[in-house]
């Protein structure tokens, strides 16, 4: 685990991440596979509406309630 402190995906932005947004491309990912991408308050809408619209968002949660998906 990492010391440093997330910061958000949204391009130039460096400011705390909030949100873990996890998605995957279900034409290349497999169903249970999750991408993710952090998000601070600001940009977790704008995140968010560009993943659901092609379809990829699966969950939104709060960084401190983050769960790495157990590895198979």
Partial sequence: MSDETPICSA??????A???LAWNNPKIHTPERRKTWLACEE??????????????LKDVVRFE???????S
């Fill in 43 to 56: 940009h977790r809408e704008h995140l968010s509406h560009f993943l659901d619209v092609r379809g990829f």
């Fill in 11 to 16: 391009k130039g932005c460096r400011v705390d």
């Fill in 65 to 71: 309630d983050w769960q790495e998906p157990a590895e």
């Fill in 18 to 20: 909030v949100w873990v």
